[in-house]
C-alpha cells in the first residue's frame, strides 16, 4: 500500500507543488514541509502503533496517514487540515481501501492540526507524530534569530514511551533548553497533554543529552555493528583498527568475540598478550566506536603501547565521543584497578589525539621513536579527577 502511494502520479504531484512553497511569516515558522518530514511522521506513527501492538494493516494504514497528513498545503497553509481531508482521496484511488479505512485517514487528517477530535489510533498517532518531528531536521535552514526556531534546532531526536501510567517523551538534545522559548509553540506541550489525557496518563517531558555515550562489553547482539564498523575501516585504508582488539585480524565475529572475552582474565590471556577489556562505545544507539583497557603492561605496551587504545568511527569523529569514554575508563582504572596514573601514547602527527589526552590532568613523558620510525608522544593521565 504504501510503495504504491509513494508511486502515485497525483501524489506526488502535490509533494512537488508543497516542496516548491515557501513556509514563513515575518521570518518565523519556516518549517521543512518536504517528502523527508513527512516519512518521518509514518515512522513516528507506526512507533506510536507498534507500542498499542495494533495488526501490520494498521500500521500501514498509519504510514500512509503520515505521507498524505499535509497535502491540503499544496492549495492554502490555512485550513490546511481541512482541505487535506477532502483532497487526499486524489491520491489513494489504487490503494484497495476499505470505506472504514478512508474514513480513518479523512478524520486523523482533519484532526492532525489541534486534535479537535480523536476518533481513532491512527488519528491519535498522527496527531503526536506530527508535533514530535520537531527536530533541527525541520528547522535546518530557519532562522537563526528566532529564539523559538533556535532551540528546536538544538533537538537532535524525539523518542515517545507509552507506560501503564504515563506518556514520556524524549528530547535528545545538543544542550539545554530553554522552555520559556520553545512556548511560543505552544502545542510542543499542549498536543502531547491531550494525547495523554484522551489515554488517562500522565505527559512526561525529559531531555536527555544528545551526546552523551554508554560503554558496554561486545556480546553476540553487537556484531553486526562492529563488522559494519571493521569493514568500513579496512575499506578506507586502516591497516590497525585502533582500540579492537586486534578486530582487523578476525574475518568471523565470534572467533573475535571468543578472544575478547578470553582476554578480560590472566587465566584465560593468550600466552604473550596481557589481559584486557574492549568496551564498544555506543551514543544512544549508534554504534561510534571501540576503547581497549589493557590491565597491566609488559615491556612494549610500557614503552610503545601504553595502558589504552581508543578509535572513533570516521563518521562521528569531532563530537567529543573519545574525550567521554576516555573519562569513563579513567574512572575504572582508580575505582577498579587502583590505579592513580595510566599511561596513553599517540602519534605526534595526531594532533587530535594530543588534544583528547592533554584535555585530562597529565605529565609529559618524552617522545620515543617506534620500529616503523614514527614519533610517539608519551603522557601520564591522572585517574584523579
Not at 487526499?88 to 490503494?95: K, Q, S
Amino acid at each position: 500500500m504504501e510503495k504504491r502511494l509513494l508511486q502515485n502520479k497525483r501524489f506526488l504531484e502535490i509533494v512537488s507543488i508543497i516542496e516548491e512553497k515557501q513556509f514563513a511569516q515575518n521570518g518565523k515558522w519556516e518549517w521543512d514541509h518536504t517528502m523527508s518530514h513527512f516519512q518521518r511522521v509514518a515512522d513516528y506513527i507506526e512507533d506510536i502503533l507498534r507500542q498499542f501492538h495494533v495488526d501490520e494493516r494498521m500500521v500501514t494504514l498509519g504510514r500512509v496517514a503520515g505521507l498524505l497528513h499535509d497535502v491540503g498545503l499544496s492549495v492554502a497553509d490555512t485550513n490546511h487540515a481541512s482541505i487535506g481531508s477532502t483532497l487526499f482521496v486524489e491520491c489513494i484511488d489504487d490503494l484497495d481501501l476499505q470505506d472504514e479505512e478512508i474514513e480513518i485517514l479523512r478524520s486523523a487528517i482533519i484532526n492532525h492540526s489541534n486534535g479537535e477530535c480523536i476518533d481513532s489510533l491512527v488519528s491519535l498517532a498522527l496527531l503526536l507524530a506530527d508535533k514530535m518531528d520537531v527536530t533541527y531536521h525541520r528547522t535546518v535552514y530557519a532562522s537563526k534569530l528566532d529564539p523559538m526556531l533556535t532551540e528546536l534546532q538544538k533537538i537532535q531526536k524525539v523518542e515517545v514511551q507509552f507506560t501503564n501510567e504515563e506518556l514520556i517523551l524524549y528530547y535528545y538534545a545538543t544542550s539545554s533548553l530553554d522552555f520559556d522559548a520553545l512556548q511560543a509553540w505552544d502545542k510542543i506541550y499542549t498536543i502531547p497533554e491531550k494525547v495523554a489525557q484522551y489515554l488517562g496518563k500522565e505527559f512526561v517531558l525529559h531531555v536527555v543529552d544528545a551526546d552523551e555515550i554508554y560503554l558496554v562489553n561486545p556480546s553476540i547482539e553487537d556484531k553486526e555493528a562492529v563488522m559494519n564498523y571493521r569493514s568500513f575501516m579496512l575499506e578506507n585504508g586502516n591497516t590497525i583498527i585502533h582500540g579492537s582488539n586486534f578486530l582487523q585480524d578476525y574475518e568471523v565475529y565470534e572467533d573475535w568475540l571468543q578472544n575478547d572475552i578470553a582476554m578480560r582474565s590472566d587465566t584465560t590471556c593468550p600466552e604473550g598478550l596481557v589481559s584486557a577489556t574492549t568496551f564498544l562505545i555506543y551514543a544512544q544507539d549508534t554504534f561510534v566506536g571501540m576503547i581497549n583497557c589493557r590491565h597491566h603492561l609488559n615491556d612494549y605496551l610500557a614503552t610503545y603501547g601504553g595502558h589504552i587504545g581508543y578509535g572513533i568511527h570516521p563518521n562521528h569523529r569531532k563530537k567529543g565521543y573519545a574525550k567521554k569514554a576516555l573519562q569513563q575508563v579513567l574512572d575504572m582504572y582508580k575505582h577498579d584497578l587502583h590505579l592513580d596514573e595510566v599511561l596513553l601514547i599517540c602519534d605526534k602527527k595526531n594532533s587530535a589525539s594530543q588534544k583528547v589526552i592533554t584535555s585530562f590532568p597529565h605529565r609529559f613523558d618524552g617522545e620515543v621513536i617506534d620500529v616503523n620510525q614514527r614519533t610517539l608522544l608519551r603522557y601520564f593521565v591522572y585517574t584523579t579527577k
